[in-house]
């Protein structure tokens, strides 16, 4: 039986199953989204990840423009955008460009984490990965926010394509340096679930309190980041979930691994413990067909009026 519809996302990091490379993984993201766009899901985001053999997606605004021609409705973003890796107006130009591209549909996600090695973050030109303040991290997300400002500070200096919609803009994270800056800047707040599922609470709870409303957002809005593995049996689940090549958080415990009513039971509690304005679900194994059985499971757990989430969507 279906429970009550839930806003789902999907965060598609292009993963490499063992054997295959990683432009087999890229290539297969177009007909992935438009997958998930079928199923019902309103979102979908690309990660940016930096000389790993596990996952393709580097470049997640090149996927994004690919994956907005070939789909609808679903809206597409980065989940996320290293902040520190780029100059902020090259981020402005790249997804004011994307939303020429779709307009209304395109989200930016804003990470800090370097998103690989310390030595790859150097070569980007992020020489503060994870150890700037709150301040220097503060004036590097004002000066990207100038570029979607229609009073910019300098009106000389512009993001084109200056005319199209601005983005969707969203702070990711897992700790209380993330929800400090989202409540300061007023921007909603894309909590790693996967990552920190014990402090989840705290930062959510921190978030809300010290929210002050922006241009961009007038309300806290929260959205949670989980990873997540629905099977049709548990022992199924539960084996491929253990696969370390697949734990983004690095431990277990932020996994949601099971049968549907397990999952069903998990998610619930955890929207009744959050109360979060969606949820951005990302799930990992090694076998693509099981990766994709576990989002159609998911589908007809929680987005059973799928016609009326795609039309309100459009």
Known sequence: MPSAPMRLGVLDPCPVPAGDSASKSVRGAIEFAKDIESLGFERIWYAEHHSGHNFGSASPEVIIAAVAQCTSYLRVG???VILNNHPPLRIAEAFRTLSAIAPGRIDLGIARAPGGSPQAAQLLGNVK???DTIAEYGARLQELLE???PFPFDPTVFAVPEDSPTPSVLILGSGLFSAAIASAFGLPLVFAHFVSPRRAEKVIATYRRDFRPSVLA??????LA???LCLDTAQQAGHLAMDPRYLLGGKLEGILAGTPTAVDDALRSLNELHN???MIVVTLCEN?????????????LFLSSRERITADTR
């Open 78 to 80: 980065a989940g996320g």
């Open 129 to 131: 990965p994870e150890s």
């Open 147 to 149: 570029f979607f400002s």
């Open 218 to 223: 007038t309300r806290p809005e929260v959205h």
């Open 226 to 228: 989980i990873q997540v």
């Open 276 to 278: 979060p304005d969606s």
């Open 288 to 300: 693509p067909q099981l990766r994709m059985r576990s989002y159609e499971l998911l589908g007809d």
